[in-house]
């Protein structure tokens, strides 16, 4: 069973992400993770991923290739989250994986409006050591800037500074809402709620993968 998990930034598609592939046992492949990894030794890409703008489409498309033919050859059973975000990702990830026999089944989109966006977006902090996101309002660490899991400083992303923040939302508009509108066109597309509370959403987004098994 291979997923696909889009959402506007901070629509909870990261924290709903790594529920999933935990309860389900599928490889979460989450694209932004890839490009934040790589901005680390590039500073191009670091330009890009900090001011909020998108890593070229196929460009993206070949680190997730390259990427899935080292850690997971067989692609079966993937969780993607955040790709594809353009048609001609779409088209590159199903082509690749119906070369190996297997297809894309569901598209599930978490939608969120703008406002809630900027809202959750002020209060997300990131552990700078080990990566683990907290949001200072839904889901607080249990000591102050200091991470839960390994001690790590909290730190707010580079690209979840105010200034960034409206050119993500545009950016996901004008692209993926494209492959969104494609995805509808094609009967493809599973349009889910994410302003609700976590759990909720969970339990929902739970249900419907259940129908696909
Ligand atoms: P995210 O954590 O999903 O919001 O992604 C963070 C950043 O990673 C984005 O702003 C882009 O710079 C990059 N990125 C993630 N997914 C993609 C994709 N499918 N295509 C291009 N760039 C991406």
Redesign the pocket.
Same mark, same amino acid.
């Given at each position: 069973m291979n997923i696909v998990l889009l959402g506007a930034?901070a629509s909870g598609?990261?924290t709903q992400a790594e529920m999933l592939s935990k309860k389900f046992n599928l490889y979460h492949l989450?694209?932004?993770?890839?490009? =934040?990894e790589l901005a680390k030794k590039d500073e191009r890409?670091k330009e890009?991923?900090d001011s909020?703008?998108?890593? +070229?489409?196929n460009?993206?498309s070949m680190y997730?290739m390259d990427l899935l033919k080292d850690e997971k050859p067989e692609m079966k059973d993937i969780l993607f989250?955040? !790709? +594809? =975000? !353009?048609i001609s990702?779409y088209e590159a990830l199903e082509r690749f994986l119906k070369n190996k026999g297997d297809d894309i089944d569901a598209v599930i989109s978490l939608e969120i409006s703008k406002e809630e966006v900027v809202r959750r977006i002020s209060s997300r902090v990131i552990c700078s050591k080990c990566g683990e996101v907290f949001n200072l309002v839904t889901n607080p660490p249990k000591e102050k800037g200091v991470c839960d899991k390994c001690g790590g400083e909290l730190i707010q992303r580079d690209?979840d500074k105010p200034e960034s923040v409206e050119e993500?939302f545009e950016?996901y508009k004008n692209n993926t809402e494209k492959l969104m509108e494609y995805l509808d066109s094609h009967k493809k597309l599973e349009r889910v709620d994410g302003n609700r509370p976590i759990d909720v959403i969970f339990e929902d987004l739970s249900k419907f993968i259940e129908t696909l098994k």
């Open positions: 930034p598609k990261g989450q694209t932004g993770g890839i490009a =934040r890409i890009i991923v909020g703008k998108l890593v +070229p489409e460009e993206m997730v989250e955040g !790709f +594809p =975000r !353009f990702q690209d993500r950016y």
